[in-house]
């Protein structure tokens, strides 16, 4: 019913930079934020970075200054723009929906994923 479409991952050296794509589509009555989490492997999933449909952002601590989340509200569209990456930012990128369905449930959809990996 809804579906979350993530781009942008790959392979950079420490210092480099990427951006993160995720795009909501079907049927979406009212989202209620859109954000990023990323899983290490042996690692538990961790926030990164969320924004709600009011404008708030929250950042994980250790990617405050380096990482900034934005959206495209016209398209449903999340971003993450990284900069200054890391090897210890290597790991499975999430994009992570909430939204709020016609009856007024709450419900949650995750994205695939996408592989972000930085060597050192």
């Known amino acids: 019913q809804v579906q979350l479409v993530e781009s942008g991952g790959g392979l950079v050296q420490t210092g480099g930079s990427l951006r993160l794509s995720c795009a909501a589509s079907?049927?979406?009555?009212?989202?209620?934020?859109m954000g990023w989490y990323r899983q290490a492997p042996g690692k538990q999933r961790e926030l990164v970075a969320v924004?709600?449909?009011?404008?708030?952002?929250n950042y994980a601590d250790f990617v405050k200054g380096r990482f900034t989340i934005s959206r495209d509200n016209a398209k449903n569209t999340v971003f993450l723009q990284m900069n200054g990456l890391k090897p210890e930012d290597t790991g499975v990128y999430y994009c992570?929906?909430?939204?709020?369905?016609?009856?007024?449930?709450?419900?949650?959809?995750w994205g695939k994923g996408t592989l972000v990996t930085v060597s050192s």
């Open positions: 992570k929906l909430e939204l709020t369905t016609r009856d007024y449930r709450i419900v949650e959809y």
């Open positions: 079907g049927s979406i009555f009212k989202i209620n934020a």
């Open positions: 924004i709600t449909s009011g404008g708030r952002i």
